[in-house]
Nanobody, 118 residues
């Protein structure tokens, strides 16, 4: 059974840092494109960062470039999101996503809350 379990969310002051983790199981993690999305109250879910399966190429939303860093460890079936210089507008539920276009599979975690507030 496919599972994506996020952890690492919480309350942090503006300017602080958090590291989100996503532990995957039930599928061949190494061949999947992994991403982090977020959804703030009253807003649509948006892509934050992604990393390819084979060569680890990354992409970021303009709003987080230079502050967030996505990485993966295929040996641990995990993907991470290091978030630095956090702003109140980063407050959202953050979701882990696994996607494989050829297999037409798209999996989501349950989300972890990140709140940036003083």
């Amino acid at each position: 059974q496919v599972q994506l379990v996020e952890s690492g969310g919480g309350l942090v002051q503006p300017g602080g840092s958090l590291r989100l983790s996503c532990a995957a199981s039930g599928f061949t993690f190494s061949i999947y494109h992994m991403s982090w999305y977020r959804q703030a109250p009253g807003k649509e879910r948006e892509l934050v960062a992604g990393i390819t399966s084979t060569d680890g190429i990354t992409n970021y939303a303009d709003s987080v470039k230079g502050r967030f860093h996505i990485s993966r460890d295929n040996a641990k079936n995990s993907v991470y999101l290091q978030m630095n210089s956090l702003k109140p507008e980063d407050t959202a539920v953050y979701y882990c996503n696994a996607r494989h276009g050829y297999l037409n599979n798209n999996y989501w975690g349950q989300g972890t809350q990140v709140t940036v507030s003083s």
